[in-house]
């Protein structure tokens, strides 16, 4: 090999050296230890902001699924974070392999209606037509019914807990902290996360930018990353 093919395939190692180790420390904020989940009453759809639980896990949750990027598809599949996403079926029925590769890469697929309509605006037949439809549809696409559910906008009212209730939804998930345009922001004019927080995303075009955001704020407040999921039952 030549001195400039040699300097190329150093460059190359290098760039590949880094990018693993980013990612080992990315994935070292997930939590591996024992789950103490919090257990839901069954045969009833509480609607949850944040989890009460003791260990140092936060939930992150990523809505929509208009914008479909695939260096975000290949972040996440790389890093396989256990991650929760509320999609909207109008958004990503043009592309399920898109959300079928992150299903694969350790993240679950819930239910953000069909059409992401404010469903306090709906009657009660409605509002269960754009749950239960987009329930029946994601256990065709994925090989699993949502189990959750996201009201668009976070909107809802008593109807929304009934319909959700009859479309088998055992729980309807807000937030208590958010990441927009590479910011954080908290509830109750608090400056950090706190053990059980779930925190609102996108898909947005600044999805990696808001991430970085996310990924710094867990590990300044030395805290790690569990599955929405596992801490339900």
């Not at 400039?4 to 590949?16: F, N, S, T």
């Not at 890093?79 to 043009?94: H, Q």
């Not at 404010?118 to 090989?143: V, W």
Request: proline share 5%.
């Amino acid at each position: 090999m030549d001195a400039p093919a040699l300097d190329r395939a150093h460059r190359i190692g290098a760039i590949k050296k880094a990018a693993v180790s980013v990612i080992r420390k990315d994935t070292a904020l997930i939590w591996r230890g024992p789950v103490q989940p919090v257990i839901l009453v069954a045969g009833t759809t509480p609607v949850i902001f944040k989890l009460s639980i003791a260990e140092p896990v936060v939930f992150l949750s990523i809505d929509d699924g208009w914008t479909k990027n695939p260096q975000v598809q290949q972040w996440l599949v790389e890093r396989r974070l256990p991650l929760t996403l509320f999609v909207t079926n109008d958004a990503i029925k043009n592309n399920y392999d898109y959300f079928r590769s992150l299903q694969s890469a350790n993240m679950t697929i819930q239910d953000h209606t069909l059409r992401h309509v404010n469903l306090t605006r709906l009657p009660l037949n409605r509002q269960k037509t754009e749950i239960c439809a987009t329930a029946d549809i994601y256990q065709r696409q994925f090989g699993r019914r949502p189990t959750l559910l996201r009201p668009p906008y976070g909107d809802y009212n008593d109807k929304t807990i009934q319909a959700a209730n009859q479309c088998a939804m055992r729980a309807i998930v807000l937030w208590t902290a958010s990441v927009d345009k590479g910011v954080m922001n908290f509830q109750d004019d608090r400056t950090g996360l706190e053990p059980g927080d779930i925190v609102l995303m996108h898909f947005r075009s600044e999805f990696l930018q808001d991430m970085q955001a996310f990924l710094g704020q867990v590990q300044h407040d030395h805290l790690q990353i569990g599955r929405l999921e596992d801490w339900l039952q």
